[in-house]
């Protein structure tokens, strides 16, 4: 699928425990056979039924902010860095 080649991913998972964190890790491997690059960093909701107001706004407006700020940051920065590279010399896979 050429549409994934050398683009940024980034995730934003929800759930039990673990906040999704497993099947993050998972797609992690699925996204690699589609030469897409994942950022690390992910914004998470563990336990989520406990992590919002009765509106749906995060309890910790502040951590998700944050969490979602870096996020994006790095899938900016990866953005343009491929952006640059594919200009410069088309993506072979």
Do not use: N
């Not at 407006?61 to 920065?77: H, P, R, V």
Request: net charge negative; glycine share 8%.
């Amino acid at each position: 699928m050429d549409e994934w080649r050398a683009k940024p991913v980034g995730f934003v998972s929800y759930g039990g425990a673990s906040g999704g964190l497993r099947a993050v890790e998972h797609l992690r491997q699925v996204f690699a056979e589609l030469h897409a690059i994942t950022v690390r960093d992910t914004v998470s909701f563990p336990s989520c039924r406990d992590k919002f107001d009765d509106h749906g706004r995060p309890i910790d407006a502040a951590g998700c902010g944050a969490a979602a700020e870096s996020l994006i940051d790095q899938l900016a920065w990866w953005a343009r860095a491929l952006r640059d590279a594919r200009a410069e010399r088309p993506y072979a896979a």
